[in-house]
């Protein structure tokens, strides 16, 4: 197993559409940018990438941040900033105040929907769109109802504040071989977890899921795969799944990625085995082989 530090030197905090926000850029080449999965208050942050950053950043520009309201990123005040419009719009803000110019563009999970969005939207940010193990993006499928997984990790956490064991719950969950889980990234995890900003985000998160956030959810769903229908994505685009995933199961990389190659002028499929959800974490190796050598190429 690689070392799993979080190189500090490399990350600083930037204001952006008014929220303090949590960057990693390092790096030269051509600018990479990493979007990490979950939503409002979840443990998903730029420290998943945290095995992948030394290594692409030998080739590229790497950059990764917090998302709205996750990890050590300000979550919003009102209620209009619980929406997926407001994560797109602090997600570009982002993109746009570090003046990368078109980057190619990886999306993990929700943050695969947020990414093919920029893509759809701001086509002069975006060098190409990879996608990777995104139940959020992927076509409905009554077999693999979305919620399930994750409803099934929240009743079976104990009430009481965050513990080591509680904030593994999920990657333990998610995994194939629970290797990638880190103790490095259990302090981690629980270090966000701990935050009284991860708090209050997290409650008003949990009290707006259904009526706010949700529907503005499935309606950014609906429209981008809308899109994709009508004309396909504007870039190169490569969707990357794991084998063995439980939450985004593999059929569901087969539907989306029929629904994009349909009309994308290049779109391409790769398929890792002996991982799950966090496929980039557990196969780091073929991960990166396979997005280098597509974005190489392009």
Same mark, same amino acid.
């Given at each position: ?6 190189d500090?030197g490399?990350?600083?905090f930037?204001?952006a ?18 979007i ?6 979840? &443990?998903?942050?730029l ?20 998302? &709205? ?10 209620e ?8 797109e ?5 982002v ?10 563009l ?12 920029i ?10 769109l990879t ?5 959020? &993006? ?12 994750y ?7 104990p ?6 064991e ?7 969950a ?9 103790d ?6 629980l ?5 009284d900003?991860?708090?209050?985000t997290?409650a ?5 899921r ?13 429209a981008?795969?809308?899109?994709i ?8 685009? &490569?969707?990357?799944w ?10 569901l990389?087969?539907?989306?990625y029929?629904r ?24 780091p ?14």
């Amino acid at each position: 197993m690689r070392d799993d530090g979080l190189d500090a030197g490399h990350v600083r905090f930037v204001e952006a559409d008014g929220i303090r926000t949590r960057i990693y850029d390092a790096g030269d080449g051509e600018p990479l940018v990493l979007i990490h999965g979950g939503w409002f208050a979840s &443990l998903y942050s730029l420290d998943c990438w945290s095995l992948n950053l030394p290594v692409l950043e030998r080739e590229f520009r790497v950059v990764a941040f917090d998302k &709205l309201g996750q990890g050590h990123t300000a979550g919003a005040v009102d209620e209009s900033g619980f929406t997926f419009e407001a994560l797109e719009r602090h997600a570009l803000a982002v993109l746009d105040q570090l003046e990368l110019g078109p980057a190619h563009l990886v999306g993990h999970s929700m943050g695969a929907l947020l990414a093919a969005r920029i893509a759809l939207d701001r086509p002069d940010l975006v060098r190409t769109l990879t996608v990777v193990d995104t139940n959020t &993006l992927a076509p409905s499928d009554p077999q693999f109802p979305r919620s399930t997984f994750y409803t099934d990790i929240v009743k079976r956490t104990p009430p009481g504040p965050p513990t080591r064991e509680t904030v593994r719950m999920e990657p333990d969950a998610q995994a194939y071989d629970r290797a990638n889980v880190t103790d490095d990234f259990v302090d981690r995890l629980l270090a966000m977890a701990l935050l009284d900003e991860n708090a209050r985000t997290r409650a008003r998160g949990t009290e707006l899921r259904d009526t706010v956030w949700n529907p503005s959810l499935e309606n950014a769903r609906a429209a981008t795969l809308a899109e994709i229908d009508s004309h396909g994505l504007p870039v190169p685009t &490569l969707v990357v799944w794991a084998r063995e995933d439980v939450s985004a199961p593999l059929p569901l990389a087969h539907a989306l990625y029929d629904r994009i190659a349909a009309l994308t002028p290049e779109a391409a499929l790769h398929v890792i085995p002996g991982a799950g959800h966090y496929v980039y974490r557990e196969q780091p190796v073929a991960f990166e082989r396979a997005l280098t050598g597509f974005v190489r190429n392009r």
